[in-house]
């Protein structure tokens, strides 16, 4: 792991010519680093960004024109559709489907989740597959340590590195996986030329991240699981979701005000957003993404801390409802 090299500019060769690197905005030698430990881990041609938003919209406008429908995975994570929605004016559409199922005809992309959050459904692969349209696999929950879709015949892989492939919280950034390294050079072109570009300190903390994320991931999955049991026995939780992989995990209470008092009455587990950290993290998503979810669901996002301290500052929350 190289430092961190936050030049703009780099020298031509003796002969007036660009090198590999000449100017920050098309390459630099600690993104491409991290582009290419990301690629071997998902199998395929990676490429960064400043966000999982930014990857996302990156990906659907290289890929797509004025016309063109998208199918998403109906329950989601809510600001895909959120930024589906923003392109609508420029002539993009989006329409849900179950995602458990084969996607509709007549999409010119299929966008899925495995697992959707916060439902934590898992997409037939195989059925996505099999369509005609190139296939996109959100797959920041799953990380490529459980799950490498393009082994599945999905054409690209999303993360929201900021997620579990950072891991600290500390590190904004998205990441497109391709599997054509064709593809992948006009995806490269269009972020030089959109400016759509991660910064180096960003990609350093994922290089960093990279290195312990099987041990996190393989930790907070087995966790995870421990707590679901036991949330599925608690006479306070009504619904569990847990897709048997992951440190992700959604359950419902009874109502809103419920949701409130079990989410602001945690002690170790901190009442906040986002996911994937080494820390863990809980809220009700009501107060984003309205009735698209029960007004009762609160997603967990599993750290590293022991689980019986985790299930012990549950416990006392769910009292609370």
């Not at 692969?125 to 296939?135: D, G, M, R, T």
């Not at 997620?163 to 599997?179: E, N, S």
Request: charged letters at 20%; proline letters at 6%.
């Amino acid at each position: 792991m190289s430092n961190v090299d936050r030049s703009t500019i780099w020298p031509y060769d003796e002969r007036g010519e660009p090198r590999a690197f000449f100017y920050q905005r098309y390459g630099d030698p600690t993104s491409s680093e991290a582009e290419a430990r990301l690629g071997e881990l998902d199998g395929g041609s990676a490429l960064l960004f400043p966000s999982g938003a930014g990857a996302t919209s990156a990906l659907v406008l290289s890929l797509l024109k004025p016309g063109d429908t998208i199918a998403l995975a109906a329950g989601c994570y809510f600001g895909t559709g959120v930024t589906f929605q923003a392109f609508e004016r420029w002539g993009l559409r989006y329409v849900e489907f179950d995602q458990t199922g084969p996607p509709p005809e007549g999409v010119q992309l299929i966008w899925v989740e495995a697992p959707s959050n916060p439902f934590l459904t898992m997409p037939d692969l195989e059925a996505a597959a099999a369509h005609p349209a190139p296939v996109v696999v959100d797959a920041t929950v799953a990380t490529p340590i459980l799950l490498r879709p393009l082994e599945h015949g999905a054409d690209f892989v999303v993360h929201s590195a900021t997620k579990y492939l950072a891991g600290h919280d500390d590190a904004l950034l998205g990441a497109v996986i391709c599997r054509d390294a064709g593809i992948a050079d006009e995806l490269r072109t269009f972020r030089g030329r959109a400016g759509i570009v991660a910064a180096p300190d960003a990609a350093w903390l994922l290089l960093r991240g990279l290195k312990t994320l099987e041990v996190r991931v393989l930790r907070q999955s087995a966790t995870a699981a421990d707590i679901a049991a036991r949330l599925a026995a608690h006479p306070k939780v009504e619904t569990v979701r847990y897709p048997g992989l992951g440190g992700l995990i959604s359950f419902d209470v009874e109502g809103g005000e419920a949701a409130r008092l079990v989410e602001t009455s945690t002690r170790l587990i901190e009442n906040a957003t986002s996911l994937g950290g080494t820390a863990s993290v809980m809220e009700s998503r009501r107060r984003w993404e309205g009735e698209r979810v029960p007004a009762g669901l609160l997603r967990l996002s599993i750290g590293l801390e022991e689980p019986d301290a985790i299930w012990a500052d549950l416990s006392q929350a769910l009292a609370h409802a």
